[in-house]
Every structure is written in structure tokens, then in C-alpha cells.
């Protein structure tokens, strides 16, 4: 595992990273701030997953990592339905992370802050509620927490008629840090609407190697983390079989 720190980390106590579901490369960054970070102090990493599930994760990271644990975590509903990136491979690759690391004795939890599903409008509500729960519960831990872009946004947007608040801006009372992560062309595994592998047009005009960068090139972010690439992850159950 990579256990560098990337150029540029931010030092807040709460990172908000929106990204496009369903990539490789970004849960392996999120694995790699939190084996950094753990080094060094508590941590706990958030994952748009329904809250429901918590139960199933504090089960599994206190596992070996057996393939009945694994079966034991996917037995749910979000393993078997969703498809939009958020139940992918590489995402369960990042649970699997933060599960070696505990095993080995480091400082880092796991929370599950999706508390419902409904419109984007409740849903924002709900994440903000989940994450302001767990930082209110754990005042010692760096917290970092991958949603959808426009979730970690910190400013309100209108779509059409409606008016999205995002769960960013809800949180903005706790000085959270949002980061959009921005890629050159390549693939990704969502719903968008059909859910499969989309091709990507490149994110972000900014050139240079990967790391975080200061600004951003949409509203309600202060910093970028650019990738290097951008590659597919499909579910880690495929078709009724493991990914």
C-alpha cells in the first residue's frame, strides 16, 4: 500500500472529497492518505454508503479478511443493486485497506454516512447528518469523506427550478476542507443512466504532475487533487459473482 503523503495535503480537521463514482484511482488515493495519516494520528474515513450497512463494516474490519467476511460484508443490498460506482471494486479495496491497517494497530475507523435514500435534496441533508454525527462523536479524528461531487460542494447551486444545497454547504459550520478530484480523459463505472463503463473527457484545464492543487474549476471547491488517470472499477459483484 502507499503510505506517502501527497504533495500539498491539507491540514483541516475535515476533507470533503467529490469525485466521479466509480474509478480506480480515487478510493487507492483515499487508502493512501489513510495509511499516511494513521501514522500519525486518529483518523476516520466516511464512505457514501448507507448507514444501515454500519453494522456489516464494523464486522468485517474487525475480521481477518477471510472470503466469508467478505461474503458476510456484501450480503446486503447495496452490494447486490448498486451499480453506480459506489459499490465498486476498488471500493471495496479501500474497506479492505482500512481493515489491514487496523488489524496492524493503527488509529483509524470507518463510517458509513448515507443515513437514506430519497431526491438529491434529502440526500444532501442525510450525508451532512451522518458525517456531523460521527465528527461530533469523535472530536480527536482527522476526518475524510468521499461522496459525489456536488455533495462536497460548499456553495448552493440551482438546477432548474430547485435550488441544491449541498451536504458541503450544511457542514460549512465545522470549516471542512472541499477538494474536487479532477482527471485527464478516461473511464468510469456509473449510472449515467445506464450503468456500465462511460468514457471520460478530461475534468480540469490544469497541467502538471498529479497532487493537490490550490483553487478549482467549480464553484464550492477550494482545492483540486488531480489524477493522473482515470480508470473503470465495475462492482465487486458482477452479474451475481464476485468482481
Known amino acids: 500500500m502507499n503510505c506517502s503523503e501527497p504533495d500539498g495535503l491539507p491540514r483541516g480537521k475535515l476533507l470533503l472529497f467529490g469525485e466521479m463514482h466509480g474509478s480506480k484511482e480515487t478510493p487507492a488515493l483515499i487508502a493512501q492518505l489513510a495509511c499516511f495519516l494513521s501514522k500519525h494520528q486518529e483518523v476516520a474515513i466516511g464512505l457514501e454508503i448507507p448507514s444501515r450497512d454500519q453494522p456489516l463494516i464494523d464486522a468485517y474490519l474487525a475480521s481477518r479478511g477471510t472470503?466469508?467476511?467478505?461474503?458476510?460484508?456484501?450480503?446486503?443490498?447495496?452490494?447486490?443493486?448498486?451499480?453506480?460506482?459506489?459499490?465498486?471494486?476498488?471500493?471495496?479495496?479501500?474497506?479492505?485497506?482500512?481493515?489491514d491497517l487496523k488489524e496492524h494497530g493503527r488509529a483509524i475507523d470507518l463510517f458509513a454516512f448515507d443515513d437514506q435514500p430519497g431526491t438529491t435534496l434529502e440526500r444532501n441533508v442525510a450525508i451532512a447528518n451522518g458525517i456531523r454525527r460521527f465528527v461530533k462523536e469523535h472530536r480527536e479524528a482527522k476526518v475524510v469523506a468521499l461522496?459525489?461531487?456536488?455533495?462536497?460542494?460548499?456553495?448552493?447551486?440551482?438546477?432548474?427550478?430547485?435550488?441544491?444545497?449541498?451536504?458541503?454547504?450544511?457542514?460549512?459550520?465545522?470549516?471542512?476542507?472541499?477538494?474536487?478530484?479532477?482527471?485527464?480523459?478516461?473511464?468510469?463505472?456509473?449510472?449515467?443512466?445506464?450503468?456500465?463503463?462511460?468514457?471520460?473527457?478530461?475534468?480540469?484545464?490544469?497541467?502538471?504532475?498529479?497532487?493537490?492543487?490550490?483553487?478549482?474549476?467549480?464553484?464550492?471547491?477550494?482545492r483540486m487533487f488531480l489524477l493522473n488517470s482515470i480508470t473503470a472499477s465495475p462492482p465487486a459483484i458482477m452479474n451475481g459473482s464476485k468482481g
Open 147 to 222: 461522496m459525489g461531487n456536488i455533495h462536497a460542494m460548499q456553495d448552493p447551486m440551482n438546477i432548474g427550478k430547485e435550488k441544491l444545497v449541498p451536504s458541503g454547504y450544511l457542514l460549512k459550520d465545522l470549516t471542512p476542507i472541499s477538494i474536487l478530484v479532477t482527471y485527464p480523459k478516461g473511464t468510469i463505472w456509473a449510472c449515467m443512466p445506464d450503468c456500465r463503463k462511460h468514457d471520460l473527457s478530461p475534468r480540469t484545464p490544469v497541467a502538471g504532475p498529479a497532487g493537490f492543487k490550490n483553487g478549482a474549476t467549480l464553484d464550492g471547491y477550494s
Open 67 to 99: 472470503n466469508a467476511s467478505r461474503e458476510k460484508l456484501m450480503s446486503s443490498v447495496f452490494w447486490k443493486t448498486d451499480r453506480d460506482g459506489r459499490s465498486s471494486a476498488a471500493m471495496f479495496e479501500l474497506i479492505d485497506a482500512i481493515r
